[in-house]
Nanobody, 114 residues
């Protein structure tokens, strides 16, 4: 089994930055990809960013150029550097790992004030 622990959310003013972390433990050898979804109040869940075991990254159009996903392979940690944050980035961010199915972190609230 895989366990995910997220951190790094918080309250920031528009234009500011936050860095999310997600640490995987357990059966990490089974993980093919990791990343974050987010869900804003009253909105559908949206894939924000992902990174595969090979290092291929993918971003939602809404965050491309502002967010960067990276990894620390030795410690099974991924990071989401979020720059130039906008109020519309406000959401609960859920880290995931994919090993044929989705495994979820506990979620972390990101709130961007205008």
């Amino acid at each position: 089994q895989v366990q995910l622990v997220e951190s790094g959310g918080g309250l920031v003013q528009a234009g500011g930055s936050l860095r999310l972390s997600c640490a995987a433990s357990g059966s990490v050898f089974s993980i093919n990809a990791m990343g974050w979804f987010r869900q804003a109040l009253g909105k559908q869940r949206e894939l924000v960013a992902s990174i595969t075991r090979r290092g291929t990254t993918n971003y939602a159009d809404s965050v491309k150029g502002r967010f960067t996903i990276s990894r620390d392979n030795a410690n099974n940690i991924i990071y989401l550097q979020m720059n130039t944050l906008k109020p519309e980035d406000t959401a609960v961010y859920y880290c995931y790992a994919y090993n044929g199915t989705y495994i979820w972190g506990q979620g972390t609230q990101v709130t961007v004030s205008s």
